[in-house]
């Protein structure tokens, strides 16, 4: 069985981490928690499960602090977790399983991180990160901020996932902050800067700046295609509050220079054809989204609902407004056999309900 060092970086973070560790506790061999400047009782919890609490001065550099901490781990894979993580039991259970499988051949492990969640905590937004690597295989921690490993070697995908449940916004400007310091400094942005930079202006209502960004990204031959997908459907955002409406649907369709269509990006060009009422339109894409295969090992954000909920939900709502009655139905079944306590299948059953009364 493999052995693993469980490394962190926190700061002020005594409303989580006890939860965290209590979580993860039994999947590591090692704890290891490097504290960045925290004012209140973060290292205080941390010693409760490690002796093995450092400081670390804040450089701005989320890639320097994770280097620190993983350069301290002496087991045999390296494991990153925030302190607003949580391993539920199932998850835990796969963990474990994990471990005791895991050929020491493999240089990095790929997970799911589940980051939102609908009413009854099924997630809804997932995405693969790099989440055991190798100890001593030369893996660095690359970028200020959206800092990440670059997989190479071996990777093996698995089903282990790590939930992300934050609690409190620390500092909503730091990212920006950060890339702003970046850009005043004459650090050129790598291309995944370029794509990170431009969301975090599109999240601080900056659209006009944030589509200038993202048109550089796209241009830029060394992006990722994952992150030029996600990219168009964020620009094609930008163009639609800024009422240029034509960019915004071209810009969707732009996405399918990089790979066949997602259902995300598909759930986006019916919801442009569903708002002008062209519902034989909106019918095509909402159709080819539910039929679109989800691929979650292609490393790209995913929206689960896209992927069967939201398709099903406005093909009944485009064919009740077309008057076919029958394929309504049809979707709205559907919808209620993945989620029967969704409130719009709820609302819906009720609609459906009061319109065979009134026949």
């Known amino acids: 069985m493999v052995t693993i060092s469980l490394c962190m970086i926190v700061k002020n973070e005594e409303d989580v981490l006890e939860r ?8 590591a061999d090692e704890i290891i928690v490097v504290d960045t400047g925290s004012t209140d009782r973060t290292c205080e919890i941390a010693r409760k499960f490690t002796p093995l609490v450092y400081d670390f001065t804040w450089q701005d550099d989320f890639a320097a602090a994770r280097n620190y901490a993983f350069s301290l781990g002496t087991k045999d894979y390296l494991l990153w977790l925030d302190a607003d993580d949580v391993i539920t039991p199932a998850a835990k259970e796969k963990f474990l399983r994990l471990k005791e499988t895991l050929s020491p051949a493999v240089d990095v492990v790929m997970l799911p991180y589940e980051t ?10 997932s995405y693969f990160r790099e989440r055991l690597i190798k100890n001593h295989a030369g893996f660095r921690w690359e970028g200020e901020i959206h800092e990440v490993i670059p997989p190479r070697g071996n990777i093996l995908y698995g089903d282990a996932p790590v939930t992300h449940q934050k609690i409190k916004v620390a500092d909503p400007e730091r990212n920006l902050r950060i890339f702003e310091r970046m850009i005043a400094e004459g650090k050129p942005l790598s291309p995944r800067h370029q794509f990170y930079y431009g969301r975090e202006l599109f999240y601080h209502g900056q659209e006009a700046k944030a589509a200038t960004v993202f048109e550089t990204f796209l241009a830029d031959p060394a992006g990722w295609s994952e992150n030029k997908i996600e990219c168009t459907r964020q620009l094609a955002t930008c163009y639609f509050h800024q009422g240029l409406e034509e960019l915004g649907i071209t810009t969707l369709f732009r996405s399918f220079l990089w790979d066949s269509p997602r259902a995300e990006t598909c759930c986006d ?6 708002k002008k009422g062209l519902y034989e339109q909106s019918i095509f894409w909402y159709e080819l989204a539910a039929a679109t295969p989800r691929d979650d090992t292609k490393g790209g954000f995913v929206l689960g609902d896209c992927y069967g909920l939201i398709p099903y939900l406005q093909l009944c709502v485009c064919y009740d407004r077309l008057g076919d009655r029958d394929k309504a139905l049809h ?10 306590n969704h409130p719009s299948y709820l609302q819906n059953e009720i609609y459906f309900q009061e319109k065979k009364n009134c026949k």
Request: net charge negative.
């Open 20 to 27: 965290l560790l209590t979580s993860a506790q039994d999947i």
């Open 116 to 125: 939102a969640f609908d009413e009854e905590g099924n997630p809804t937004f």
């Open 269 to 274: 060009i019916g919801a442009y054809f569903l």
């Open 331 to 340: 979707y709205h079944k559907l919808v209620g056999e993945l989620n029967p």
